[in-house]
Structures are given as C-alpha cells and as structure tokens.
C-alpha cells in the first residue's frame, strides 16, 4: 500500500506560480510512474502529467504543455508539479497518483491516489 500526500495549493492571481509537491510513503515508488489529475466542481478528474519511473520520460496535458513541469525525486520518494502563468481555468483540486503505467492518462490506470490539494486562480 503506497499512501501519498499532496502540499503547496493555495490562492493565487492569474499569471502567478505555486509549485505542487507529493509525498509517498509506506513504500518506495522509483519503479512506479507519477503523475497528476485535477478536478474543477462539477467535472470529471482531468489528467494534467505524468512522469516514468525514471524521471526521463514526461507526458503532459495539452492544456498545460509549456506552463507546467513534473518532476521526482526517488531518493526522497516525492513528485513534483511547478505550475507557471497560472489560469482561471487551472482552478481545481489536484491529486497526485502512482501507477505501473505511462503515460497513463485515464484515472482507471493508476493504482494509489492522494487526498488533493486545492489550487485557486484568481483573474
């Protein structure tokens, strides 16, 4: 059982950045991809990015391609999600997932979910 913890959400105004951190425990996730969805009210759980077990491979959302970047740490068992030039639109909950798949972009694809983390854009 993997349990994972997301950091770092909070307010911000549009064209801001926050940086998004995930925290696993209870196992090591370096041979598992990492990656994060979100969910706006009353919308499905979007995915946003992911990242191989290896840190080498990437994959993002179109939406989000050129303003975001993943990243992990396997020695400190963490994820990471730099957001930049923040949206309205990128106003959600973010989760952090892990999974044997890659790049993995439908939620039925990842094995362990965090609780999330509230991210808001104001305009």
């Known amino acids: 059982q993997v349990q994972l913890v997301e950091s770092g959400g909070g307010l911000v105004q549009a064209g801001g950045s926050l940086r998004l951190s995930c925290a696993a425990s209870?196992?090591?996730?370096?041979?598992?991809?990492m990656g994060w969805f979100r969910q706006a009210p009353g919308k499905e759980r979007d995915f946003v990015a992911s990242?191989?077990?290896?840190?080498?491979?990437?994959y993002y959302a179109d939406s989000v391609k050129g303003r975001f970047t993943i990243s992990r740490d396997n020695a400190r068992n963490t994820a990471s999600l730099q957001m930049n030039s923040l949206k309205p639109e990128d106003t959600a909950v973010y989760y952090c997932?892990?999974?044997?798949?890659?790049?993995?972009?439908?939620?039925?694809?990842?094995?362990?979910w965090g609780q999330g983390t509230q991210v808001t854009v104001s305009s």
């Open positions: 997932a892990v999974g044997r798949l890659f790049p993995a972009t439908a939620t039925t694809e990842w094995d362990y």
């Open positions: 209870r196992r090591t996730i370096s041979n598992y991809g």
């Open positions: 990242i191989g077990w290896s840190g080498a491979n990437t």
